[in-house]
């Protein structure tokens, strides 16, 4: 009898055996790819949120440090300032090898401007772009859409006591106030805020940019590699990538994905425990049967092979099964965690790697049980006859 024969006899005959061994392993692959499939899914979903929310690289005009001394006493350095960068100047980051890697460019201009005899900061932005950038910011009104709308921070609407609809002079202009910043927290509630080339007008800066704040998405390239390519085209400019934003998001992932590696790892331990428990009942079942195949002539490699043969047959299924159960739970589950953005992809990694070890388990854990079944002695196994 040949031992393919005798190993799919074994595993039909014995279906409540082979069904407990199959149920257990792909309980434990199941969860593995579930975990690793949402890990996968929310991780893409949050870096691409992140990568749109805030700006993580600053262009500044370029600035000059005179260090100040006298007597050898050190009194710091005076920073000179260059001109403002010119606008023209920012066609050339559409020119850069990583353009695309940019989610958001956001040119502002900033002066002050007058309002009821007094000096308030007015900034000038590209309203879709500066909105879009800065997503924490929350509106009562909405954003100016033409030349003649502003909108107010928080604290600038309570000192001047601004309201929605009100008409507002700025240096002799008239504006319509169209939204209230709500409060923020930081500068921003002490601003005003114009279309970019209304504020240019008001503060005689004509074709000039105060600073310009880019969103990089860093996941497919290092930030610092696309602030370099921007000092190239933009050479009267200080280019600064903000490190502890880009630091603090791959840091929050790594976390996430390794607590996923150690639940699944904890799953997959006692995945081959349940194997190696359940082959060592089978072994100690199976004396009399691997006395009689040792009688008739079967040598310790056929009983070696015949043993893990049962168990690599078993864990490939189940690691089949796994998989397949774990995509489907986690199309189930994404839902729950997240509003629908998240979505699941297929993942080839993933899915040779957890049939290919529901196999290696399954054989690693069964190796011992099959060591012990091959030494058995034709003699000491036929005494249980």
Request: with cysteine; glycine share 6%.
């Given at each position: 009898m040949r031992l393919e024969t005798i190993v799919l006899q074994n595993l039909t005959r014995r279906l409540g055996r082979t069904a407990f061994l199959l149920i257990g392993l792909m309980i434990g692959v199941t969860t593995v790819v579930t975990l690793l499939s949402l890990s996968d899914a929310l991780s893409r979903r949050a870096q691409h949120e992140l990568e749109r929310f805030g700006a993580n690289i600053v262009v500044t005009p370029k600035k000059d440090q005179l260090e100040l001394s006298y007597g050898g006493i050190q009194l710091g350095p005076l920073q000179l300032a260059h001109k403002e960068i010119d606008e023209a100047q920012l066609a050339g980051i559409q020119q850069i090898p990583n353009y695309r890697n940019l989610a958001t460019i956001a040119p502002k201009v900033l002066g002050a401007v007058a309002l009821a005899d007094e000096q308030v900061m007015l900034m000038g932005v590209e309203p879709r772009a500066e909105f879009k950038?800065?997503?924490?910011?929350?509106?009562?009104?909405?954003?100016?859409?033409?030349?003649?709308?502003?909108?107010?921070?928080?604290?600038?609407?309570?000192?001047?006591?601004?309201?929605?609809?009100?008409?507002?002079?700025?240096?002799?202009?008239?504006?319509?106030?169209?939204?209230?910043?709500?409060?923020?927290?930081?500068?921003?509630?002490?601003?005003?805020?114009?279309?970019?080339?209304?504020?240019?007008?008001?503060?005689?800066?004509?074709?000039?940019?105060?600073m310009v704040e880019l969103a990089a998405l860093?996941?497919?390239?290092?930030?610092?590699?696309?602030?370099?390519?921007?000092?190239?085209?933009?050479?009267?400019?200080?280019?600064?990538?903000?490190?502890?934003?880009?630091?603090?998001r791959m840091h929050a992932l790594g976390q996430f994905r390794l607590l996923v590696w150690g639940i699944a790892l904890t799953v997959i331990a006692i995945g081959a425990l349940l194997v190696f428990i359940t082959m060592m009942g089978a072994i100690s079942e199976r004396t009399r049967e691997i006395g009689i195949y040792r009688a008739i002539g079967y040598r310790r490699s056929h009983i070696l092979r015949l043993v893990l043969a049962e168990a690599g047959i078993v864990s490939a299924f189940a690691g089949v099964l796994g998989y397949l159960v774990g995509v489907a739970a986690t199309w189930g589950i994404l839902p729950l965690l997240d509003d629908g953005s998240a979505h699941w992809s297929w993942n080839p990694v993933l899915a040779s790697g957890a049939i290919g070890a529901a196999v290696v388990v399954g054989l690693l854990a069964t190796l011992q049980p099959a060591f012990r079944a091959s030494r058995l002695e034709p003699s000491a196994a036929l005494k249980s006859l």
């Open positions: 950038l800065k997503r924490w910011w929350t509106l009562q009104g909405r954003q100016p859409e033409n030349p003649a709308e502003v909108v107010a921070g928080s604290a600038v609407a309570e000192r001047y006591n601004l309201r929605l609809g009100q008409e507002v002079e700025l240096s002799g202009r008239n504006f319509t106030l169209v939204g209230l910043l709500n409060k923020t927290g930081s500068q921003d509630d002490h601003l005003l805020i114009a279309p970019l080339p209304t504020a240019q007008s008001l503060l005689h800066k004509e074709g000039q940019i105060s860093c996941h497919d390239c290092p930030v610092e590699e696309m602030a370099a390519q921007l000092r190239s085209v933009l050479p009267d400019a200080d280019v600064n990538p903000v490190q502890q934003v880009v630091k603090t």
